[in-house]
T-cell receptor, first 112, second 118 residues
Framework: AQSVTQLDSHVSVSEGTPVLLRCNYS??????LFWYVQHPNKGLQLLLK??????LVKGINGFEAEFKKSETSFHLTKPSAHMSDAAEYFC??????????FGAGTTVTVRA | DTAVSQTPKYLVTQMGNDKSIKCEQN?????MYWYKQDSKKFLKIMFS???????INETVPNRFSPKSPDKAHLNLHINSLELGDSAVYFC?????????????????FGPGTRLTVT
């Protein structure tokens, strides 16, 4: 069975400082992992994905994530937060295309 | 041109009514999904379809009946609506791509339909 735990329900950062969103996963197989972002009253947009290629994955808008199998983690980072990064972020694990399991989400607020 | 579209965007109705949400994707994907997002923002898969065939039904009450007339459309019909059905419903589509590193896929989401049952 697959599952994902986002370790922080809420992260608050100052504009220009780094952002770290933590995600641990559980899977019986070699899963695919994703990060999605949801801005208020919007749909979900893919930030980046890991599918057994390079363990350091670069995504859109300056985000990147590192897959660490030994720690079963897939943490999301950005070196410098922007006001437009304020949103809900979801870590997702999937063992096949038909079922994706979402984490509970992390709300990011950015202080001016 | 919108990749995954849903109609309506908002739906307000009374308990006991029947309603439908339509979803269309123009990406040529074989796989489509319905998700429910509750008031705490938690997203849970409801159904997965591949080329019009039901693949996954995540123990959704049978008041919910998805229908896929073709692989570009996956509609959701809900009978006898209850207060607990109030949520945002997202449609999504996906396709498997085979590359050097193996299979890859990602989901494209629609804008969501906010259903309010009073």
């Amino acid at each position: 069975a697959q599952s994902v735990t986002q370790l922080d329900s809420h992260v608050s950062v100052s504009e220009g400082t780094p952002v770290l969103l933590r995600c641990n996963y559980s899977s019986s197989y070699s899963p695919s992992l994703f990060w999605y972002v949801q801005h208020p009253n919007k749909g979900l947009q893919l930030l980046l994905k890991y599918t057994s290629a390079a363990t350091l994955v670069k995504g859109i808008n300056g985000f990147e994530a590192e897959f660490k199998k030994s720690e079963t983690s897939f943490h999301l980072t950005k070196p410098s937060a922007h006001m437009s990064d304020a949103a809900e972020y979801f870590c997702v694990v999937s063992e096949d295309i038909y079922k994706l399991s979402f984490g509970a989400g992390t709300t990011v607020t950015v202080r001016a | 041109d919108t990749a995954v579209s849903q109609t309506p965007k908002y739906l307000v109705t009374q308990m006991g009514n029947d309603k439908s949400i339509k979803c269309e994707q123009n990406l040529g994907h074989d796989t489509m999904y319905w998700y429910k997002q509750d008031s705490k923002k938690f997203l849970k898969i409801m159904f997965s379809y591949n080329n019009k065939e039901l693949i996954i039904n995540e123990t959704v009450p049978n008041r919910f009946s998805p229908k896929s007339p073709d692989k570009a459309h996956l509609n959701l019909h809900i009978n006898s609506l209850e207060l607990g059905d109030s949520a945002v419903y997202f449609c999504a589509s996906s396709q498997v791509y085979t590359g050097v590193a193996g299979n890859s896929y990602e989901q494209y989401f629609g804008p969501g339909t906010r259903l309010t049952v009073t």
